[in-house]
């Protein structure tokens, strides 16, 4: 099976979907899957652009509404998680994972599927000390504060990934694991970003929550993006245990190291199609119950169901069902060139139907709308060779990474 990895997207499918295509015709190669390592930037519509945080000047549709209102169709099916560029009201609707648009899958703020036999995880965001240990209290409209905090990752998320089990053969975070430079060519990463290294020496460089999941989850692929750069390491797990290849691109611009063909052992056939993992569906029904929607310190406990029960009623429900994620639907106005004007209301209340249908899938309540508690207040060896590289035609552990750096 041969997976393409794209470091930021930052909205711009167009270009990359058409670099794949070209790749294919010139490699004589057949690409499977898409995966992106974050600030995909599903943007809608004109109003989706006030719940994205950038500067002013990149606040631009891009081409992502084409796919959306099906002008369009993606070449490739493609999965994503979140960074700290998107269009955080439409993946709030989507927080357990959803299709943003027909064959582009969003894997939610954290979450598992699978994609023929590969196992493929991700955590949506980007790691903030003051952040990690509330609730998702952020409500719509966002403003100044939630418009970032929205993406900082909780560990209500982290905690739930801790429970994963089974061997995972990709994970994706938005940022660096933290310590990761530890694994690979330092010296090479200082000369292309110099400033990292005062980050790096502090032991800031990087989320420690990632570390803790890369840890315990031993993936055998992780990637991730983020630092606007390619970088790679090879972790080994204990003396004699497996092997984890990282690997970190870079922004979607020509000449720049943003894609990547990896080819991973998988059983044969195809097409291949997203499925749904049965254990993270079973962690989501046991934790569910406990989903924090307040903006203080939450301890978390192992909630009351044991996840064998959850396994079970799970199993029997996609025995039913069957493991394909419900089908995509439109929950806003698409975007119209030819019209001048904010298209699009942005609603507090408003519900996606898949997330409504996978919840009621897994037997649980929908615990998305209005968080408890007011808003006043806020606090603020040779890596290379493991991979082969394709390349189209002051950041640190800072989250406003330039995008035009």
């Not at 295509?21 to 989706?48: M, P, S, T, W, Y």
């Not at 196992?119 to 409209?141: M, N, V």
């Not at 254990?279 to 009351?304: H, Q, V």
């Amino acid at each position: 099976m041969k997976i393409a990895v794209e470091g930021c997207m930052h909205g711009d499918l167009e270009s990359v979907y058409d670099t794949l295509l070209h790749l294919q015709e010139v490699e004589k190669v057949k690409i499977d899957l898409l995966i992106c390592c974050g600030d995909f930037q599903a943007v809608r519509n004109k109003k989706d652009l006030e719940s994205l945080n950038a500067p002013s000047n990149y606040k631009k549709m891009n081409s992502f509404w084409k796919y959306y209102s099906g002008e369009k169709v993606a070449p490739f099916l493609t999965i994503f998680i979140g960074g700290n560029h998107e269009a955080s009201n439409y993946l709030w609707e989507l927080y357990y994972g959803g299709w943003v648009a027909p064959r582009i899958y969003f894997l939610g703020f954290a979450g598992f599927v699978k994609f023929g036999n590969i196992r493929i995880g991700g955590l949506s965001g980007i790691y903030k000390k003051h952040h990690y240990h509330l609730g998702h209290y952020e409500e719509l409209p966002y403003d100044s504060n939630d418009i970032r905090s929205v993406y900082h990752v909780r560990e209500y998320d982290v905690n739930k990934l801790m429970q994963v089990q089974e061997p995972v053969d990709i994970f994706l975070s938005h940022d660096w694991p933290l310590g990761i430079t530890s694994y690979g060519d330092l010296k090479g990463l200082l000369r292309v970003k110099p400033f990292f290294e005062q980050e790096i020496q502090d032991g800031t460089l990087g989320s420690p929550a990632a570390a803790s999941l890369l840890s315990k989850l031993r993936p055998s692929y992780w990637f991730s993006a983020h630092l606007h750069c390619k970088f790679s390491a090879l972790v080994q797990h204990g003396d004699n245990g497996p092997v984890t290849k990282f690997l970190a691109l870079d922004k979607c611009l020509p000449g720049r190291n943003f894609l990547q063909i990896v080819e991973i052992d998988s059983e044969s056939g195809g097409p291949y199609d997203i499925g749904y993992d049965e254990e993270w569906l079973a962690i989501t029904k046991k934790f569910n119950r406990i989903f924090p929607r307040n903006r203080t310190p939450t301890f978390y406990r192992d909630g009351e169901e044991s996840l064998e029960n959850c396994r079970q009623y799970v199993k029997d429900k996609l025995r039913i069902q069957g493991g394909r994620p419900f089908e995509f639907v439109q929950t806003a106005p698409c975007y119209n060139p030819t019209i001048n004007s904010c298209d699009g209301i942005l609603s507090s209340s408003r519900r996606n139907p898949q997330t409504e249908a996978l919840l009621e899938l897994v037997g649980v309540e929908y615990c998305l709308g209005a968080s408890r508690g007011k808003k006043e207040g806020v606090v603020n060896c040779n890596l290379n060779d493991a991979f082969t590289t394709y390349v189209l035609c002051r950041a640190g552990g800072s989250e406003d990474i330039p995008i035009d750096d």
